[in-house]
């Protein structure tokens, strides 16, 4: 029931921009965590990006400090992720995820490749 689809993943040269979105559907998402990851090639998945579905406070793995910026317009169930900056060691699938104590639900994802 629960549908996450992310989108706007493409080829970028180095740095260049990327906004990618993360369009919810199948309930209401009221105190749940959003989440960006992304897994590069022959690596373990990484954490990219937190926030909460309500707005607030956010937090960035260190290496995208500065580049990269999560939002949400809870209006149209949208999670963003701005992307400036890129660099080639940004290249990866990345996923939304979102979630709560009980649930947690994973979007397909979107391929981003950057290069130099």
């Known amino acids: 029931q629960v549908q996450l689809v992310e989108s706007g993943g493409g080829a970028v040269q180095a740095g260049g921009s990327l906004r990618l979105s993360c369009a919810a559907s199948g309930r209401t998402f009221s105190g749940y965590y959003i989440r960006w990851f992304r897994q590069a090639p022959g690596k373990e998945r990484e954490f990219v990006a937190h926030?909460?579905?309500?707005?607030?406070?956010?937090d960035y793995a260190d290496s995208v400090k500065g580049r990269f910026t999560i939002s949400i317009d809870t209006a149209k169930n949208t999670v963003y992720l701005q992307m400036n900056s890129l660099k080639p060691e940004d290249t990866a699938v990345y996923y939304c995820?979102?979630?709560?104590?009980?649930?947690?639900?994973w979007g397909q994802g979107t391929q981003v490749t950057v290069s130099s």
């Open positions: 995820n979102v979630g709560s104590v009980i649930h947690e639900y």
């Open positions: 926030i909460m579905w309500t707005g607030g406070s956010t």
